[in-house]
């Protein structure tokens, strides 16, 4: 009966009797393929890229060291020595914006896996064993998104006190929710698929199950709303860093750069646009690859 | 007669429903109400009857993929109903499940060979060249190659996804099989192709088979015997020729008549049912088809007839024949 | 529905007891002591230990936060430590100056926001959709502090068309009534003043309102293109319906049951918004009256406003979810 | 039986895709008489779906295309602007879909639904249309019809709802009902409710129906004649006696085989090798041919035409192109 | 016209209303329980004293009283109040009121209430160091005060803000005096919108004839400096303090804008925690002293409105040593200094930033910027740490912070309030953050307070000044002349060195 199936009749032409040669497509491959063809999301993809390569080289890329100053040379406009001028200590912005995306990139990273791991552990653990494990880790999480999540950064800053690790640290907290109710919600649906079903009925192992089924399958979610989330802590940071309770001097922290400058916004205007270009640029670039991942990981979407 | 390798005994499962201003339980589905039957090894019994009457929940509840709320099921005379955990994860290489839905009963991250696998891992097969031959062979029982191995489930088609489905229920060489709707989610010409692999592996492996679908035809093709269920209850239980030859509880008469046939010669008494199927959380007293029964009287709504044996081997369920 | 209603209520009871928990620890956690703050740098040992001691600084933490629990009930939000004025009494003018605020931006990300994902729904792939689209992207990562930055420099500065701080003008200030001063202007019959307020919410109102405006703008057209895929919405065109009341009508309503979640959420991050929009545009609202707070470690401001907040942005919340109820009648809450 | 009520000629639907442009629907011919039930049957993504759109002008755009001649009493719809078909949908020809779940939009009431045809097409005022509505849910043998018009969709049952939507077709009296698979989610005890209501309309009213279906027993009990479809195309056409006791086509002959039958039972079902080709993928010769136990060289390079024999039946197959029809036809049957 | 808008509510013939922008709100309106500048300026328009400062200067003025008497043992005051003057209630101003006032500190108890009093006068009554013996009326215009001991600045400290004097009526109703301020002042409480403003209007009975020029003031919040420069640009409001120094420029060039520079009475310092290692060591200590150009930074951080600062106090105080020869701004001799004392690698320390701005320090994140980027050129690597500001006091009260930067702004112009208050040996724990102890530099300053000769008292402070430079606990780093703006058509605007001023000239063209 297997001959039935595969009955292909022996004139076909040659590209009909092919389906040998296809590849196992794994549904990662065939989401990079998806993201491929999305022009927004190479876009974002190269803006990242474009930051992290920045980030990594600083010191071989930077024309000058960013915290030497020459404060004779303060508030100089761009130049063909300074191509984003100077600050008011005469510091190159340039050096240090370069500098900081090793600062935002680093906080972004950073305490999105700390929100990762905590949130996902809190998650899983609300999501398996329910009842009144659930509820308690649900109301925690209920609690914490009931402020509004830059109040929440500010108070846990000011408990520790400003500093960039700190800033982290409040980043991290406030997203933690954030992915502890998308792992709970995954833990739950996942459980309710039919291959878990399928799974149970084989008699496999709940832990078992969590690990081999539950976890990967939400790893294209974390995946994606990672992405994201990289994006508003490097927003938040830079916030922070504005609000004087993120990095300290003399780091090149862009929000920090901003708040630096904003006195001398009339005077010289570009110490202000260009650290707030490069926020924008970088939060935009992990915007249009977040989307891009997404399209390209919905299941939804494929058919 | 020997041992049935299967007998429930008025199983129940009743979902609880939860509302008020605490979050009470205030009720419940009773998705099934009391269903008794026997499977004897290598026949296959087929259960139908229309959406929500409990088809699905009574093949889950029988491998214990849910806990059920009263009842007993006899597994080659023991009750399964009261083994532990551990004890009924083993127990689950002797029963397999085939689900209605060839897409969602894969995990889509996995590859086929890692989906056959799994069962033997599970089941504690070590040796992996061991366990790649084994899937290599289930590929080929079901009809496909071994080049398929690779592959993930997306790259199948409906009919192929349903015969790794149906491979994974093997692995673990079973006794039973219960089939959810196998082949509801096929085309015509496909679902032709899954019936003729299911009727070869009854045979060639010795099978038993409690096949759930909602289609007539195919429930008449593929079972020995047939029970129709309505709103959680079996209302009649008989071997397949007779059942579909002299239907006896008039539910299982109006249903057969309402199948449409695809032959233009052919002229029928048909008996349309007026009304819905009831809600399982509120179902009627008496008897569940009183409601749209032609043929109610005034016993049948108020007392609850039970299953008996009206012709041997024939149940029914109704008041019309006691 | 009424029940519906009072279970939610109730679900949240521990959610604000956490929540007033939280805050107040939290704020006991920070280091420093209000009373030094209140005294100044000139002032002696002596003088700090006994400001302490006056206002309950030195019992333990439970002694406290019971007193301050009870004073919950009793509408007593505590005193502040900088104006000695309770709390209770003076927050509804910040509270005011936040709430018109954010009134203003969301005003302008709801109208402009709903409208440009309609429309970039119905024309999907048009030049529109993708300018529209793409504005929203930046429009998303953009940092508020900086846009509220470079409107003040460019419109304010540069320009000289709108007034760079502020709520109203300084010369001519309004005489407050509500503290809500487009009602107030309007009570007490100066329109004049009433079209001053109004050009001091814009540029404020536009820096707070953007990450609103593209995020809704964004969520609505994905869920319009949802629906307008959905079986009902073929149905509706197969009536021979107009394609503006297909969008408009059938398409809209159930659009907007997601769009009424973001919007319910943004408030929230307009609340957190108007810290940083605030410090910007000296806008005496709750964010400002918080931030100084922590500075000035005014301890029964800082958890109480957190507090006020807070709560506001929860039953926000269930104003939303009440209100599903109202565009979807499926939501059978009993 | 004068002169059909529509007429296509070599209707091709394709769609822009990834991959390129795909045909879905290539060359398909039928027309439908007054008063007549035509069935179109085929398996799943054959295009049935796809070709009722087209004749409704709603394949979606623009990434679908029509093209060819959809002549509705003589006017050529595919040509036609869509306001003209705005004037036609849902008065002339109506429609209705496979789920009767989704295809009623679950934020308006059963009663609002039901009456804008009306008050697009008639210019009925409210009360009017209502009192009609009412009548046409009395008609399709609904129950509480009064009472039906408050409810939302959500609050019925399946069974219920797909009548409601044969009752928001029927309320113009069109010509010509298109109904894309109307049982197929249903219950067969409801279905045959259904099918019942529908004869019974066909009846009274002399409404055309186009009936698509998968399920070759609906069309038994339904049609009058039957198109049937495989990848796009049109491999067999007839009136139902013929196309069930003389099938010429190897599909037909294999579909019909394969149905497993409720009156006896086989010993083993007989089933066509192979699966149903992903559209675009066979795009030479036959498109049946992979899976055709008679294929020929002929069958791989080049496309059949449609042969008509004397009863009306007309077959796409070079079996019988030089009369070598019958004996294979008969080797398939046994 | 920018003093349109206030003539008709001022009410009366007299000029328009100013508005006076500011960076932060008055805490309360009563001056004997305020701490901060931000209160003092406008109780200053509310109260008068019964001695005053000078317009520009810390010398003593009649204020309330006409005439006073010394006597020569230093111990007792007499003075004779003017007549005829009347609270803003209404009720008379006279000795008992004086009394009344007095008493009301003195007897109080409450150091969390009336941070001055003690602090000024050596405790309350019966304290052992209270200074004030008694305050007695003689009659309705004479009041005396027996001191127990000589104190030498004696008539600045009545002269200060807090002591103002306030009708016995009003602070008899308890706390709703300190939002219903009731003083003899030019100008009159009239409302307070909190964090927004406080409206004075004219006093129409004060007892200066033709005074004052103003129909009213109105205190503005406007937190942000730019923000506030810009209204004032815009002619929103008509005089304002905090001006970004960098802004100077462009304010200058402004020709409907004038320029007002506060007199220096503050000092702005780096100060070493001289019990910690490495700033244990004075060879530490001087070579960072080496190691701060002050002119780059007041160039780039004071916009040049500061002068260098070579001693703890400023110059304009009595007591000031010129004859010091400041630490000049040289590498070498700071890396020899720290090779003297072990240190030739440098070290990694803690600089602690200043979290505010003060008048004495606009920008201390930017200077402890500039300070730590000096410091790396002899391989010193400072971390900046910064707390908010009530915990920077604290932590650097401590003794937390091993190097730190603050400033002093002085209460009433006396040397004994920079140099005891700030680096004797006795105010450690309080001010003396530097946690200074120097014997003999606490002799000296002992000794200066219980002279009552201007000339011996100067000579003992020019002493201290040299022991405390050779020893350098601090780099003094600026005297910071802060910078007010106003619109041009102010006029008669003077900006005292204490920080507060009455507007009673002021008068707007
Ligand atoms: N986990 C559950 N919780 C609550 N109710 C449930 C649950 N599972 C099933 N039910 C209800 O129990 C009833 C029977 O469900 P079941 O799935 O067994 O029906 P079925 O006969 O398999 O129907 P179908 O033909 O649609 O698959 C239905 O009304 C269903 O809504
Ligand atoms: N908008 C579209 N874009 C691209 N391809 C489409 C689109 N709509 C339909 N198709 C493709 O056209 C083919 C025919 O679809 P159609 O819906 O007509 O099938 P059908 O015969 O109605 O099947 P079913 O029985 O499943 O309803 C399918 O393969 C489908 O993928
Ligand atoms: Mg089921
Ligand atoms: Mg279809």
């Known amino acids: 009966m297997a001959e039935a199936l595969q009955n292909t009749p022996p004139m076909l032409p040659p590209d009909m009797a092919r389906p040998a040669e296809e590849k196992a497509v794994s549904p990662w491959r065939e989401a990079w393929r998806s993201f491929r063809k999305n022009k927004l999301a190479i876009v974002g993809l190269s803006i990242v890229a474009f930051f992290i390569l920045l980030a990594i080289f600083a010191p071989l890329i930077a024309p000058y060291d960013y915290d030497a100053q020459k404060l004779p040379n303060k508030n100089l406009a761009p130049s063909a020595e300074h191509w984003f001028g100077t600050d008011e200590f005469g510091r190159d912005i340039l050096t240090r914006i370069i500098y900081g995306a090793r600062i935002s990139l680093w906080v972004g990273f950073l305490s999105v896996a700390g929100s990762v791991v905590v949130g996902s552990a809190l998650g899983i653990i609300a999501g398996y064993y329910g009842r009144w494990v659930d509820a308690v880790i649900s109301r925690i999480f209920d609690i914490l998104l009931a402020f509004p999540s830059i109040l929440l950064a500010i108070a846990v800053v000011s408990v520790l006190g400003p500093s960039l690790k700190n800033a982290l640290i409040a980043i991290a907290i406030i997203n933690v929710p954030t992915f502890g109710r998308l792992l709970r919600s995954r833990v739950l649906s996942v459980k309710e698929e039919e291959y878990i079903t399928a799974a149970k009925a084989i008699g496999m192992k709940d832990s078992r199950i969590l690990l ?64 707030g270009l490069a926020i924008m640029l970088t939060v935009l670039g992990f915007n249009l690859m977040g989307d891009g991942l997404r399209d390209a990981l919905d299941p939804r979407m494929k058919n | 007669m020997t041992q049935p390798l299967v007998k429930v005994e008025n199983l129940k499962m009743h979902f609880p429903i939860k509302g008020g201003v605490l979050g009470k339980t205030v009720g419940a589905v009773k998705a099934v109400d009391g269903v008794s039957f026997f499977i004897n090894k290598g026949e296959t019994l087929g259960l139908v009857g229309e959406s929500g009457c409990g088809k699905s929940t009574t093949g889950r509840a029988l491998l214990r993929l849910l806990d059920p709320t009263d009842g007993k099921i006899f597994f080659e005379g023991r009750d399964i109903t009261e083994l532990s955990t551990g004890e009924m994860r083993k127990m689950r290489r002797e029963m397999q499940m085939v689900f209605q839905d060839p897409f969602a009963s894969l995990n889509p991250r996995h590859t086929v060979e890692k989906i056959l696998e799994e069962p033997l891992i599970v089941h504690g097969v070590k040796d992996k060249a061991e366990r790649k031959r084994r899937v290599k062979e289930l590929l080929e029982v079901v009809g496909l190659n071994s080049w398929h191995a690779k592959r993930y489930p997306h790259q199948f088609s409906g009919g192929q996804r349903q015969r790794i489905g149906i491979a994974r229920a093997l692995a673990v060489n079973p006794k039973l099989i219960i089939a959810d709707e196998p082949v509801s989610a096929l085309d015509v010409s496909i679902q032709s192709q899954v019936l003729n692999l299911l009727q070869d592996l009854q045979k060639e492996y010795d099978l038993t088979y409690l096949f759930i679908a909602h289609d007539l035809g195919v429930v008449r093709h593929i079972s020995d015997r047939v029970g129709v269920m309505y709103l959680g209850n079996i209302v009649e239980l008989a071997d397949s020729e007779e059942l579909y030859d002299q239907p006896m509880h008039p539910y299982t008469q109006a249903l057969l008549s309402a199948v449409p046939i695809p032959d233009v010669e052919h002229k029928k008494e048909r008996v349309i049912l007026q009304g819905d199927v009831p809600s399982p959380s509120n179902p009627p007293k008496g008897c569940p088809f009183h409601t749209r029964c032609p043929q109610a009287m005034d016993t049948c709504a108020s007392v609850k007839p039970v299953l008996q044996e009206i012709q041997p081997g024939h149940y029914v369920a109704c008041h019309l024949y006691e | 529905m009424f029940a519906y209603t009072i279970r939610r209520l109730a679900s949240l009871v521990p959610v604000l007891l956490g929540m007033v928990f939280i805050v107040f620890m939290m704020i006991r956690a920070i280091p420093g002591n209000p009373a030094q703050l209140i005294l100044g740098q000139q002032a002696t040992e002596r003088a700090v230990a006994a400001l302490t001691k006056e206002l309950g600084l030195d019992q333990p933490w439970h002694t406290q936060f019971w007193a301050y629990f009870t004073g919950l009930f009793k509408g007593d939000l505590g005193v502040s430590l900088k104006t000695n004025t309770p709390i209770a009494e003076e927050i509804w003018p910040y509270l005011a100056a936040t709430i018109e605020l954010s009134l203003a931006a969301m005003l302008i990300a709801v109208v402009i926001g709903v409208n440009a994902g309609i429309v970039s729904a119905w024309f999907q792939n048009s030049w529109f959709d993708y300018c529209a689209m793409v504005l929203a992207l930046v429009g998303v990562s953009m940092p508020i502090f900086w846009l509220g930055l470079m409107e003040q420099y460019i419109v304010a500065i540069q320009w000289d068309l709108l007034p760079t701080t502020g709520r109203d003008n300084i010369r001519d200030s309004v005489d407050p009534v509500t503290h809500l001063y487009l009602i107030d202007t309007l009570l007490n019959g100066r329109f004049d003043q009433f079209i001053e307020v109004i050009k001091h919410l814009i540029l404020p109102g536009i820096a707070l309102g953007t990450i609103p405006m593209a995020i809704i703008a964004r969520m609505t057209r994905s869920s319009m293109l949802e629906v307008m895929r959905s079986d009902y919405i073929r149905t509706a065109r197969a009536k021979g319906m107009r394609m503006f009341w297909v969008v408009y009508k059938h398409s809209l309503k159930n659009a907007l049951i997601p769009v009424v979640t973001v919007i319910g959420l943004q408030i929230g991050l307009l609340l957190g918004g108007a810290i940083l929009t605030e410090t910007i545009f000296g806008w005496p609202g709750i964010g400002s009256y918080i931030y100084e707070a922590i500075s000035y470690r005014d301890y029964p401001v800082i958890q109480s406003g957190i507090l006020v907040v807070a709560v506001i942005f929860v039953l926000i919340n269930l104003a939303v979810d009440l209100l599903y109820a109202a565009i979807d009648p499926r939501i059978k809450y009993k | 039986m004068g002169s059909p009520v529509i007429e296509v000629k070599q209707l ?5 895709t990834d991959d390129g442009e795909i045909p879905v629907v290539s060359g398909i011919d039928f027309h439908i008489n007054p008063g007549e039930v035509l069935g179109i049957v085929g398996e799943s993504g054959c295009g049935k779906s796809v070709t009722s759109l087209s004749v409704m002008g709603l394949v979606p755009s623009p990434n679908g295309k029509v093209r060819g001649e959809i002549l509705f009493k003589g006017e050529n719809l595919a040509s036609a602007s869509e306001k003209r078909m705005r004037q036609i949908r849902g008065n002339e020809i109506a429609m209705i879909f496979q789920e009767p779940m989704t295809s009623l939009n679950p934020v308006f009431t059963i009663g609002e639904q039901l009456i804008e045809s009306l008050r697009i097409h008639r210019k009925w005022n409210k009360k009017q249309a209502m009192a009609r509505a009412v009548e046409m ?78 399920d070759l027993g609906v069309v038994a009990e339904m049609c009058e004649r039957v198109v049937v479809m495989y990848a796009g195309k049109i491999v067999e056409e007839g009136d139902v006696k013929t196309i069930f006791q003389n099938p010429k086509h190897p599909y037909t002959v294999g579909l019909i085989q394969s149905v497993p039958d409720m009156r006896e039972k086989k010993e083993r079902l007989y089933s066509i090798p192979g699966n149903v080709p992903k559209p675009g993928s066979v795009n030479y010769g036959c498109h049946f041919a992979p899976r055709c136990e008679h294929a020929m060289p002929q069958c791989i390079s080049d496309t059949p035409a449609l042969k008509a024999f004397e009863n009306g039946q007309q077959v796409r197959c070079w079996l019988y192109e030089d009369g070598k029809g019958a004996e294979a036809n008969d080797t398939a049957i046994s | 016209g920018c003093s349109e808008g206030g003539g008709k509510e001022g009410g009366s ?25 931000e209160s003092f300026i406008v109780t200053e328009q509310i109260f008068e004293n019964l001695v005053q400062y000078g317009k520009d200067n810390t010398e003593i003025e009649a204020g309330l009283a006409k005439k006073w008497e010394i006597s020569e043992d230093g111990l007792t005051y007499t003075f004779h109040l003017e007549e005829g003057i009347k609270f803003h209630d209404g009720t008379d101003f006279n000795a008992d009121a004086v009394v009344e006032n007095f008493k009301r500190w003195s007897t109080s108890k409450d150091e969390a209430k009336f941070a001055y009093y003690p602090s000024m006068f050596g405790g309350f009554e019966g304290d052992e160091g209270h200074v004030i013996k008694e305050v007695k009326a003689v009659d309705k215009k004479t009041v005396e005060f027996t001191l127990t001991r000589p104190q030498a600045p004696f008539l600045k400290n009545i002269a200060m803000s807090p002591f103002a004097i306030a009708s016995p009526k009003a602070f008899a109703d308890g706390d709703k005096f300190a939002k219903n301020p009731v003083g003899t002042g030019p100008f009159k409480f009239k409302s307070w919108k909190p964090n927004d403003t406080i409206e004075l209007t004219a006093n129409e009975d004060y007892w200066k004839k033709g005074l004052p020029k103003l129909g009213g003031v109105k205190f503005k919040v406007i937190k942000d400096n730019a923000a506030r420069l810009n209204a004032v640009t815009k002619g929103e409001i008509d005089l304002m303090d905090g001006l970004n120094p960098s802004d100077l420029g462009k304010v200058k060039d402004n020709n409907k804008l004038q320029v007002f520079e506060r007199p220096s009475m503050n000092v702005g310092y780096f100060g070493f925690n001289t019990e910690k290692a490495p700033f244990d060591k004075k060879e530490v200590r001087q070579a960072i002293s080496h190691l701060i150009n002050k002119q780059e930074l007041i160039d780039n951080f004071y916009a040049g409105t500061a002068e260098p600062a070579k001693n703890p106090m400023p110059p304009s105080i009595g007591g000031y040593n010129d004859a010091i020869q400041d630490y000049e701004y040289n590498v070498d001799k700071a890396k020899e200094l720290l090779k003297k004392a072990g240190y030739e690698k440098g070290f990694k320390m803690d600089l602690w930033a200043m979290p505010v701005a003060r008048p004495y320090m606009p920008d201390g994140q930017k200077v402890g910027e500039a300070i730590q980027a000096s410091l790396k050129q002899v391989g010193i690597e400072a971390k900046i740490v910064t707390f908010e500001w009530g915990t920077y006091l604290e932590k650097v009260q401590a003794g937390e912070a091993p190097t730190f930067m603050l400033g002093w702004t002085g209460d009433n112009g006396d040397a004994d309030n920079f140099l005891y208050t700030l680096l004797d040996k006795d105010t450690i724990g309080s001010n003396n953050y530097a946690r200074y102890n120097n014997e003999e530099v606490h002799k000296l300053l002992i000794e200066a307070q219980q002279l009552s000769n201007e000339d ?54």
């Open chain 1, 212 to 275: 081999h089924h539950i976890l990967p399958n939400s790893l294209a979610p974390i995946i994606v709303t990672g992405t994201l989330a990289v994006a508003t802590a490097i927003i938040e940071a830079a916030a922070l860093g504005f609000l004087g309770l993120g990095a300290q001097a003399p780091t090149p922290e862009w929000g920090k750069m901003l708040a630096d400058s904003r006195n001398y916004i009339i005077e010289a205007p570009w110490t202000v646009l260009f650290p």
């Open chain 4, 12 to 16: 091709h639907t394709s769609f822009m």
């Open chain 4, 137 to 214: 849910l009395k008609l399709v043998g609904l129950p509480r019809a009064e009472e039906l018009v408050k409810e939302y969709p959500h609050q019925l049952s399946g069974g219920m709802r797909q009548r409601v939507m044969i009752a928001m077709a029927m309320i113009c009296d069109p010509t010509l009902l298109i109904a894309d698979e109307p049982t197929t989610a249903l219950d067969v005890t409801i279905q045959a409710q259904i099918l019942e209501l529908m004869k019974k309309l066909n009846k009274e009213t002399d409404t055309a129906i186009m009936m698509i279906t998968h």
């Open chain 5, 13 to 37: 013939s007299k000029g328009g209303t100013m508005i006076y922008g500011r960076g932060g709100d008055s805490v309360a309106l009563d001056p004997a329980v305020v701490t901060d500048g």
């Open chain 5, 456 to 509: 011996e008292r100067n000579e003992l402070y020019k002493k201290a000044q040299e022991i405390i430079h050779e020893d350098a606990p601090w780099v003094p780093l600026v005297h910071s002349k802060p910078q007010l703006v106003g619109a041009s058509s102010v006029k008669g605007f003077v900006p005292h060195p204490t920080g507060s001023q009455s507007f009673v000239d002021v008068s707007i063209d």
